[in-house]
């Protein structure tokens, strides 16, 4: 197969259960690669600079925005959220599959720039599940909840957008199956015209 790795982008509502998946499907498979994003926001319990996210002061992001150091950004509740460029050029010339986990904005904004993009859209099976796995992780205040559903209710606009669902209901079959669809993703003949053309000469030979 072509060598070089598939660019794959997950967005799904907040609380979705887009980070759980990531984790999980980076403990279970070796071709992955998970882009870090540099951000605004302040780090929840728990998390590290440099692992979850490259936690930056506005005017160290707004230098890297600058010097062109992010494929896309966005602002999602008075933030900024960026992908740096560096490492996910890197990985996917190495043939990893590089994630981002990014927002809608952003997320079209990756397709336009490399339209070979796979985009994934996580959402959990009912908007009541959805809203439970916000209370549930118990990492923002009702209003903040409130405000990421009334955010949920504008994205759900965008879905459509999305080449492939992945519902996340059970955690297990939800992650097998996101990573079936990447690996079908391989096989698409748009990804592999050096094995077409190799094979055209072999049976030109036969
Ligand atoms: P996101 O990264 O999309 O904001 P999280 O990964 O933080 O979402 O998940 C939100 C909450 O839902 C967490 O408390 C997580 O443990 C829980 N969760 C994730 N996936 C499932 C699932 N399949 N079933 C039940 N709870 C889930
Ligand atoms: P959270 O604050 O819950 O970690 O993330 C809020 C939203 O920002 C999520 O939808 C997440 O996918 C998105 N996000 C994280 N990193 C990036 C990024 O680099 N670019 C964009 N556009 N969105 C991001």
Avoid at 64 to 79: F, Q, S
Avoid at 170 to 178: A, G, P, R, T
Avoid at 192 to 197: G, H, K
């Amino acid at each position: 197969m072509d060598g070089r790795g598939i660019l794959i982008v997950v967005s799904g509502f907040s609380g979705s259960g887009k980070g759980t998946i990531m984790k999980e499907i980076m403990n279970r498979y070796d071709n992955y690669a998970l882009s870090v994003s540099a951000t605004t926001r302040k780090p929840r319990p728990g998390e590290e600079d440099g692992r979850e996210y490259f936690f930056r002061s506005t005017e160290e992001f707004e230098k890297m925005i600058a010097k062109d150091e992010l494929i896309e950004y966005a602002r999602y509740v008075d933030n900024y959220y960026g992908t740096p460029r560096a490492y996910v050029e890197e990985q996917l010339k190495a043939g990893k599959d590089v994630i981002l986990e990014i927002e809608i904005q952003g997320a079209l904004k990756v397709k336009e720039k490399f339209p070979d993009t796979l985009l994934l859209f996580v959402t959990p099976p009912t908007a009541a599940e959805l809203r439970e796995r916000l209370v549930g992780r118990g990492t923002e205040t009702m209003d903040v909840i409130d405000f990421r559903m009334k955010r949920a209710k504008e994205e759900a606009e965008g879905m459509g957008r999305y080449d492939y669902l992945i519902i996340n209901d059970v955690l297990d079959e939800c992650v097998k199956e996101m990573h079936q669809i990447i690996q079908g993703e391989h096989r698409r003949s748009f990804r592999n015209e050096a094995f077409i053309e190799r094979m055209q000469e072999e049976l030109k030979g036969e």
